[in-house]
């Protein structure tokens, strides 16, 4: 049973950067064939899809982040990591990590999710 | 971007009988290739993350119970839950998984006990 868990500051200052990590077990995060992925929820916009880093290293942004998504891999570790520059409100949300499993574009296992709120 | 659009945003039903929650893409989500629909289904209760219950717009994940199934093809979905149980009381989204990302979802269709 694959399981995931979000980690990282629930409160960030707005221009500063959002860090979050998720730690994987019982699978690998440099095991083919899935991505894992980033996903948040807005209290109003609903879900998001940010990005993913598949197990090969190569990485997928939502554009519509404006380039402040930055996704990486620790296979030492087992997990990976989401950065977000120049944070604002509209960045304030619940983060999930999750893997793109094995039926296109969905999403089998999910972590618990964090809240971040970006404020002052 | 591929924009999906669920209907009703609240639906209240009778333990015991049937909900319907209508998905609808901007663009098809057919892939002609394979004639598969790149379209899922999720289950949010409050609280927890969402959970994948249907995909290739009719197929139950393992483990989901079969009152709940899927149909539809092209921009237009449906879900069902026959016999509505209060366990299922949550918001249910839909998601194309078409080709490339990004992959979108619905609003959300909250479904309550009349």
């Known amino acids: 049973q694959v399981q995931l868990q979000e980690s990282g500051p629930g409160l960030v200052k707005p221009s500063q950067t959002l860090s979050l990590t998720c730690s994987v077990s019982?699978?690998?995060?440099?095991?083919?064939?899935?991505?894992w992925s980033w996903i948040r929820q807005h209290p109003v916009k609903g879900l998001e899809w940010v990005g993913y880093?598949?197990?090969?290293?190569?990485?997928y942004y939502n554009p519509s982040l404006g380039g402040r998504v930055t996704i990486s891999a620790d296979t030492s570790e087992n997990r990976f990591s989401l950065n977000i520059a120049s944070v604002t409100a509209a960045d304030t949300a619940v983060y999930y990590c999750a893997r793109r499993g094995n039926y296109g574009g969905t999403l089998d296992y999910w972590g618990q999710g964090i809240l971040v709120t970006v404020s002052s | 971007d591929i924009v999906m659009t669920q209907s009703p945003d609240i639906v209240a039903v009778s333990l015991g009988e049937r909900a319907t929650i209508n998905c609808k893409s901007s663009?098809?989500?057919?892939?002609?290739?394979?004639?598969?629909?790149?379209l899922a289904w999720y289950q949010q209760k409050a609280g927890q993350p969402p959970k994948l219950i249907i995909y290739w717009a009719s197929t139950r994940e393992s483990g989901v119970p079969d009152r709940f199934s899927g149909s539809g093809s092209g921009t237009n979905f449906t879900l069902t839950i026959d016999s509505l149980q209060a366990e299922d009381v949550a918001v249910y989204y839909c998601?194309?998984?078409?080709?490339?990302?990004?992959?979108?979802f619905g609003q959300g269709t909250k479904v309550e006990v009349k």
């Open positions: 019982g699978g690998s995060v440099s095991s083919g064939p899935y991505y």
């Open positions: 663009q098809s989500v057919l892939y002609t290739p394979n004639n598969e629909n790149y």
């Open positions: 880093i598949y197990y090969t290293g190569s990485t």
């Open positions: 998601q194309q998984h078409y080709r490339s990302p990004p992959y979108t």
